[in-house]
């Protein structure tokens, strides 16, 4: 606790008048968390009961049109914690890795601003944390590591970081690489026999309980004491689904639905289905990988009803598990004193497939993948605010969002569709008017997503598939080519015929057809190229 303290007061803390006390901030971060669970996200299949009371019963927001810019782990995450987009980190576009700050190779004069060094240097905040923010080590190269928090400049008092690198990347005890699978990936989900508490997720929680007690016993985000950002990275529901057997026996095998399109739509083409979506849950040998055999799986061959149902159990298990993490620290959260004077953000870095589309896992553009968890509990919010919002929101608007909700002064909004690192700005935009008495904007029309496919088949280039999604309930995806070695830009007149999709989900909700080719969508198709080469390829 002294060790602690000193930190601190090194840091520059000082007692805050009350009149200029800022809120705290706790960040939840999830992997692989899709919106289709409880009563947040009116699902009844999936049991959350911990997220529904705190976020919705409990007088919070559940953002039901929130979407992330790129849906895979760690680029999804630079995007955020920057505020920028995909193209502008170079993260997950086509270049190796997956470091928030590789564009320059994380040199000291040319790093990205992020989200805890903005809130620690710009906003007094004291910051500290656990688990998977950044994604692990994926900076290692350059020499900022996990154990210092994957950015060494965000985290004032600490960061505590998992027990190895099977526990950083999967998050299980036991899991992949670990001798009970004699060192391969192994299952995709089992009846683990450990407790809660032994679980990797569980140590992450109990670490955040400690964190809570201590802040409160040293004054820290209590009235005159400098305000607290604590973020909290936990794993499930990522693969594997190992979580303890409790959670399984909610889940009976007979009663786990089938996805309700097993198929992919029709019209869309097969050189846009291999783009690795499926590979991560194929790497588990020892019993997902066989299903992926050519005899059971393929493009028009989704994987048997059997094994789908076991899989989604599987899933659904981890998702309460994962509740039952969140549900400890929240209840610390509030056993320290710290409920109503804290923002409180449960955030899931992408969506995750389970069959629809026949599609397993993320890495696609479609809504399972691109559409994410995102909820809210804001001291004072209004009325208006509470419940379920349909307001269409991007995940590099947290980082504004966030800073005015706090009351700290954001980096300015980016110009152009990019912006060096050297320059201090934001590609997102605040909707904290949500939360606030008064004017509240209309918010955004569109939410814009992109994922990478190499050539396959008779496509012989790299190309970018970028997405937006309308909030009148379109999705128009648009396949061009991509230069992923130095500019980082897609080539939107090379005189190729495009690869396009149009989904409505006003009259087909689980995207069994694209409509692109529809007479009846043709002016619907038009509108939205021209968004899409508005937002990526302005002519000014």
């Not at 919070?60 to 995909?86: E, K």
């Not at 350059?142 to 950015?151: E, N, R, T």
């Not at 026996?249 to 291999?274: C, I, K, Q």
């Amino acid at each position: 606790m002294a060790a602690r303290l000193a930190l601190f007061l090194l840091a520059g803390a000082a007692a805050i008048p009350l009149e200029n006390q800022r809120p705290n901030i706790l960040l939840i971060a999830v992997d692989d968390l899709r919106p289709q669970f409880g009563s947040v996200y009116n699902n009844s299949e999936v049991h959350t009961p911990h997220i529904d009371n705190f976020f919705l019963a409990g007088g919070g927001t559940a953002m039901q049109s929130a979407y992330v810019q790129i849906a895979v782990c760690g680029p999804s995450r630079a995007s955020m914690l920057t505020g920028r987009r995909p193209d502008t980190t170079r993260v997950g576009v086509g270049a190796p890795g997956w470091c928030w700050c590789q564009r320059t190779a994380c040199k000291n004069h040319s790093l990205f601003m992020t989200l805890p060094t903005w809130l620690r240097q710009e906003g007094g905040y004291s910051t500290e944390g656990n688990g998977k923010l950044f994604h692990p080590d994926a900076c290692a190269g350059f020499g900022f590591v996990h154990a210092d928090g994957d950015d060494p400049r965000g985290w004032a008092a600490g960061y505590t970081v998992e027990a190895n690198t099977t526990q950083e990347q999967w998050g299980t005890i036991p899991g992949p690489h670990d001798p009970v699978f004699n060192r391969t990936m192994g299952v995709s989900w089992m009846e683990s026999p450990l407790p809660d508490e032994s679980t990797t997720d569980g140590i992450l929680a109990t670490d955040a309980i400690e964190r809570l007690a201590n802040l409160s016993s040293s004054g820290i985000g209590k009235p005159g004491g400098a305000p607290f950002f604590l973020s909290v990275g936990l794993h499930k529901p990522h693969l594997p689904h190992i979580v303890p057997k409790k959670y399984f026996d909610l889940y009976p095998l007979d009663t786990v639905s089938l996805a309700p399109n097993r198929f992919v739509p029709d019209g869309f083409r097969e050189e846009n289905w291999h783009a690795d979506g499926n590979g991560e849950l194929r790497s588990y040998n020892l019993n997902a990988g066989p299903e992926f055999t050519k005899d059971n799986f393929g493009f028009t061959r989704p994987l048997s009803e059997e094994f789908s149902r076991l899989q989604r159990r599987g899933y659904f298990a981890a998702t309460s598990f994962l509740d039952a993490q969140v549900g400890r620290v929240l209840a610390a959260l509030e056993a320290n004193g710290y409920k109503e004077n804290t923002i409180v953000l449960l955030w899931g870095d992408h969506g995750w497939h389970l069959g629809d589309t026949n599609s397993w896992g993320k890495m696609t553009n479609f809504e399972s993948a691109t559409h994410n968890t995102l909820l809210w509990r804001v001291p004072g919010q209004v009325d208006g605010s509470k419940g379920r919002s349909g307001r269409v929101v991007e995940a590099i608007d947290i980082f504004p969002t966030l800073l005015e909700l706090a009351g700290v002064h954001a980096p300015p909004a980016c110009t152009g569709v990019d912006a060096p690192p050297t320059v201090d700005c934001l590609q997102g935009l605040s909707y904290a008017d949500l939360f606030r008495q008064g004017t509240v904007t209309t918010g955004k029309k569109y939410a814009f997503s992109q994922w990478p496919y190499p050539a396959w088949g008779p496509e012989k280039a790299f190309r970018m598939g970028y997405t937006v999604r309308t909030v009148d309930g379109y999705r128009f995806t648009e396949y061009v080519p991509y230069d992923h070695v130095s500019s980082f830009r897609g080539d939107w007149d090379d005189g190729s015929v495009h690869d396009v999709e149009l989904y409505d989900y006003n009259s087909d909700p689980w995207e069994t057809q694209s409509f692109a080719a529809d007479s009846k969508y043709r002016s619907k198709v038009a509108e939205l190229k021209a968004v899409l080469r508005a937002q990526y390829a302005p002519t000014v």
